[in-house]
């Protein structure tokens, strides 16, 4: 009796693992199978391309243009417009100048704090850059560019009290 117990255990053995082998791939595939897809805008920090996604913002027309312009929704969420300033990283947009794909037409936008520095946020405070003269107009790519530009008379820069939440995709040294 004891021999013919042993003799039938091995096709139990063998049925286990290939059981044990089926819910681990089962697991497996479930937990990595968990993907979304956000359109995402490009534009730079510190000089260096980045991706971004716009998920919510504090003007409902800011939203809509967003909305349409990423054809995905980006909410209406007017409470962002109170978050404390010391949350708030920037993000640069161009309102004339080098044609492009920015929010207005023009070259794309300019954050400052990416992932990792100091002052990281993905809520960012919109600053409207307009070059003086578009004729001297040139692609911008780090906030020292703009501040140097800004200095020198290129370029007015102004706060229109917008707060869009911008969090990264890619950027110089990671991505999500």
Not at 81 to 90: G, I, K, R, S, W
Request: hydrophobic share 45%; net charge neutral; with cysteine.
């Amino acid at each position: 009796m004891l021999r013919k117990l042993k003799l039938n255990r091995k096709p139990f053995v063998v049925l286990a693992f290939l059981v044990l082998a089926l819910v681990l791939t089962a697991c497996t595939a479930q937990g990595s199978g968990n993907f979304a897809s956000i359109p995402a805008g490009k534009a730079y920090a510190e000089g260096k391309e980045i991706y971004f996604s716009h998920t919510e913002a504090s003007d409902a027309d800011i939203a809509a243009m967003l909305s349409d312009m990423m054809k995905s929704p980006v909410l209406y969420v007017p409470a962002l417009a109170q978050v404390p300033a010391e949350a708030l990283a920037d993000v640069y947009v161009f309102e004339n100048g080098q044609k492009g794909m920015g929010p207005l037409g023009f070259q794309p936008d300019v954050f400052n704090n990416p992932p990792g520095s100091d002052g990281y946020s993905p809520l960012r405070q919109i600053i409207l850059v307009k070059w003086n003269d578009e004729a001297k107009a040139r692609e911008l790519k780090s906030v020292a560019e703009i501040s140097a530009a800004e200095a020198a008379g290129e370029i007015t820069t102004t706060k229109p009290g917008v707060v869009v939440n911008m969090p990264f995709m890619v950027w110089d040294g990671g991505k999500r």
